[in-house]
């Protein structure tokens, strides 16, 4: 009996940590196999998490030691669902766990949410990141005014990296051209609207405090949204990071105005009605929550809804369409009220859109520690990791290994010395691929058969 194989789809932290976990397992003597559609590894702590949050992507370092080991491999630029479905990779393994996180968005359901220049801020994120499958177009930045819908911490990153200097970007490993485009943009203002109060806020401190400090923009709260009522005092009473929120925002408040080039202005107690404008946004209607009987109008060509991810089916994995995930019984994926044999999930995938790195390493011990014990009560079948090899070989696949991916980070740190940067990201697929020394070879998402680019 050979030793029992699992597949991994989607390398972001979920997967990883199952790879990292399942290895280091005393009880499993066995390989994992790490599916990622992109050239690159890590999913959103390569292309979410902030740019200037180089200090969270470090630990992209400990993500890599994972792939030193002789075995777990990484299988880069093949799409599960297109390349190879999940059916083939569940004949090959013994286990697989659905790990491709949340790729598209929350919709806000409001009039005009079609005109251009609403964009749901995962474009702006992936486009700023460097992510091959981009779709924003720079030419938007030429507004006066940026409205940002959503007070959670992907909202103010979002904000944070459209008033950054261009010095402050150039510490960062964002390709030259998102670095021109972010400085030469005419946006002056910056309105990030919740539609609850400031006691309800989603951000963090530490992201509020990071705001108020960018070099090139004000940060401005109105005293007036910051009234403590009685109903806002029960809500804080009970949450001491809530409180701590809400008392460096009266704090900002006070500040005097330093007149800088740019500003952000955080609004509470606005709930956006709907966007206006003849084929293009030009505006944004927003009433009060509190008193709906006030309206009032922002002048804008850019709207960012930052309002949630979502996941997205796969071909082969049942999903609940309602909660936008995988439906699961302790990690195991349910058809119905039934589990499928030999099939996990973890992370976004498993869990929604919440929670920080760290807490998809709890999810992963989760999903392990089923993996482990059903290889435990099943004795593993006699599969192979060089039928899978050939079979994406045979379709023409160029698999990005280890040993490529590290030529692509070779390639980057290169490129960014050219700049006087540490680093840059190459952010078109065919530059990846390119730098991973493939040229010629196809891959499914080439010829069209590939699913929907997320
Ligand atoms: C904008 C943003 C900023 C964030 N900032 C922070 C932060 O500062 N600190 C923090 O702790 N957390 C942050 N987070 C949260 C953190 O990124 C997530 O908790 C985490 O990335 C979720 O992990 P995951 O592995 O489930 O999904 P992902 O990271 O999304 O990984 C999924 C992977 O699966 C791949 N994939 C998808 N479909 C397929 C397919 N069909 N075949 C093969 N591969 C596939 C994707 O390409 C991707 O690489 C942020 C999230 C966002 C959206």
């Not at 030429?142 to 944070?160: F, H, Q, Y």
């Not at 309602?322 to 195991?332: F, K, L, Y």
């Amino acid at each position: 009996m050979s030793p029992p194989r699992v597949a991994v789809v989607g390398s972001g932290p979920a997967g990883v940590f199952c790879a990292q976990i399942l290895a280091e397992d005393p009880a499993f003597d066995g390989g994992v196999d790490v599916f990622e559609r992109l050239p690159a590894p890590f999913g959103l702590v390569r292309y979410g998490v902030a740019p200037d949050h180089q200090k969270i992507k470090s630990i992209i370092a400990s993500l890599s030691e994972v792939f030193e080991q002789e075995r777990v491999r990484f299988l880069g630029n093949v799409t599960v669902g297109a390349d190879i479905t999940v059916e083939e990779i569940r004949r090959h393994y013994d286990a697989v766990i659905i790990a491709h996180g949340a790729p598209l968005d929350r919709r806000l359901g409001l009039p005009g949410e079609e005109l251009g220049g609403v964009i749901a801020a995962r474009n702006f994120v992936s486009w700023y990141s460097g992510h091959p499958d981009a779709s924003f177009d720079p030419s938007v930045l030429s507004t006066e005014r940026a409205v940002v819908i959503g007070v959670g911490n992907v909202a103010l990153d979002v904000a944070r990296m459209l008033v950054r200097t261009p010095d402050e970007l150039r510490r960062t490993d964002v390709p030259e051209h998102v670095v021109d485009a972010l400085a030469g943009h005419s946006v002056r203002e910056v309105c990030v609207v919740g539609r609850r109060g400031p006691e309800a806020a989603r951000f963090t401190l530490k992201e509020l405090l990071e705001l108020s400090n960018v070099e090139g923009a004000d940060l401005v709260v109105d005293p007036a949204d910051l009234r403590l009522t009685p109903e806002r005092e029960a809500v804080l009473s009970g949450r001491p990071a809530a409180r701590r929120v809400f008392a460096a925002l009266e704090k900002i408040a006070e500040r005097p105005a330093a007149h800088r080039a740019r500003s952000v202005r955080l609004l509470f107690d606005r709930t956006p009605l709907e966007f206006t404008g003849q084929g293009t946004l030009s505006g944004i209607s927003l009433a009060r929550t509190s008193d709906p009987t006030r309206v009032e109008q922002l002048a804008t060509g850019l709207a960012l809804p930052a309002v949630g991810y979502r996941s997205a089916p796969l071909a082969g994995v049942p999903f609940d369409d309602a909660t936008g995930t995988v439906p699961h019984r302790d990690s195991r994926v349910l058809d119905g009220d039934v589990t499928v044999p030999g099939l996990y999930v973890v992370g976004w995938a498993k869990r929604g859109p919440s929670g920080v790195i760290g807490t998809n390493r709890l999810c992963a011990s989760e999903t392990s520690a089923a993996v482990l014990a059903d290889l435990a009560s099943v004795p593993a079948r006699s599969t192979d990791s060089e039928d899978v090899d050939s079979l994406l070989r045979s379709r023409g696949v160029a698999v990005v290994d280890w040993k490529r991916w590290q030529a692509i980070e070779t390639a980057e740190g290169a490129l960014g010395l050219e700049t006087g940067r540490n680093r840059v990201k190459l952010h078109s697929r065919t530059a990846l691929l390119a730098a991973a020394g493939i040229t010629q070879e196809r891959t499914a998402a080439d010829t069209g058969t590939a699913l929907p680019a997320s």
